[in-house]
């Protein structure tokens, strides 16, 4: 194999390893079995696992910044759900691991992994704005978009530890929380009001917004 | 002065500059100078940088879990804004360490400092349980409480960021947040539904609670 070829393989082992177990708990040695090679050539190509995890953890990042992508076709409620749908998917494939990166810790805190983790944000964060049509978030958007992704986030941690509540539901859930989350905005602020109007107009009569309005409006009698 | 005493007040100046700025930019030298007293003799009291800053951090996680405490008389929604009113103080007055902090990063995330900022969610957590009277949370309560912790965490750090939304809106904003999502919850499960019943029975008719039922209603008609 060549260089860039063998790189490529190890980081793909090592992000199987990675993803399945939390980090601190996975050897170089493990790695190098895994991958059929000795432990001095692993260290040929990475000088040490953090270095590894970190190439690893940069891959993991652009796959999932890749499921975000959605058409930017048919009402908004769907589309947001299908990203729900990749995302627990990612999520489910990568748990150990995943809950490893977002709790923190030594093993996982540097500063390239916190700069992965913000690129992933930040390309939800783009993408979401997108779909909205908004080229430049107001202050009350950019907070709703950006504190409803921490939302996500911390549900999707909450869920694997224990996987109590089915993630079908919490994947529907968290389409309805964004349109809370603007709801609620939209009592503060006539222009979050205005998208709110924008967005429940083309949204579906049996869709995931209209079940929560409708279910508002029969607690409010 | 006394040995505990004098680690008592270095750790009271170390939590003072380490919430005006980064910690990474505070150093040993500096919190000397502000305690009046030579840098040998801060080594003395503490082994280096971290275990100051860790003390500090103690000090600043016991504070803010003593300002959750609220008496359990009148509406919840009311409660739960004076609680908001009293988180925000504490960002304001800690907001540079407070971002740091919770930011991560090699500087800030050892064992230790994750679990003082566990040990304050978990604060918030009892508290919130208590305050709606429940002893076990059903799982999709406590995904509602804890998830919706973070988001508190995450709106007060985009807030510190710029401070482009008045911190009174946000506040309130956070108390019907945690509404919106028990309602979106409620709409998945007939407990969580029964749950919020009991909550809305005892709110007054000018809370916020009231004020976010008003505008769904209007929204959806």
Redo the contacts between chains.
């Keep these: 194999m060549g260089v860039e070829e063998r790189r490529q393989q190890l980081i793909g082992v090592a992000l199987e390893l990675f993803s399945r177990r939390s980090p601190d708990e996975v050897s170089i040695d493990e790695i190098a079995s895994a991958a059929g090679i000795s432990r001095p050539l692993v260290y040929h190509y990475f000088p040490g696992k953090l270095s590894l995890y970190e190439a690893a953890l940069k891959r993991a990042a652009e796959e999932l910044a890749g499921r975000f992508a959605e058409p930017a076709e048919g009402p908004l409620g769907p589309r947001l759900l299908r990203v729900m749908r990749r995302f627990f998917d990612f999520v489910d494939e990568h748990g150990p691991g995943f809950s490893a990166l977002m709790?923190?810790?030594?093993a996982v805190?540097?500063?390239t992994t916190?700069a992965l983790v913000d690129s992933v944000r930040q390309a939800a964060y783009d993408q979401i704005l997108s779909h909205l049509g908004v080229a430049h978030a107001p202050?009350?958007l950019?907070?709703i978009v950006?504190?409803w992704i921490?939302?996500a986030?911390?549900?999707a941690l909450?869920?694997l530890d224990?996987r109590?509540?089915p993630r079908a539901?919490?994947e529907?859930?968290l389409v309805?929380?964004f349109a809370?989350?603007v709801?609620?905005?939209?009592?503060?602020d006539a222009e979050m009001?205005d998208l709110?109007?924008g967005l429940?107009k083309d949204e579906p009569a049996d869709g995931p917004l209209a079940?929560?309005?409708?279910?508002?409006?029969s607690?409010?009698s």
Excluded: Y
């Excluded at 709790?103 to 030594?106: K, V």
């Excluded at 709801?183 to 503060?188: C, I, P, Q």
């Excluded at 079940?211 to 409006?217: A, K, N, Y």
């Design positions: 709790r923190g810790g030594p805190g540097s500063s916190n202050a009350r950019e907070l950006r504190s921490s939302l986030e911390s549900t909450i869920w224990g109590r509540i539901e919490l529907v859930q309805q929380d809370a989350l709801v609620v905005s939209a009592t503060h009001a709110l109007r429940v079940e929560l309005i409708g279910l508002l409006v607690l409010a």
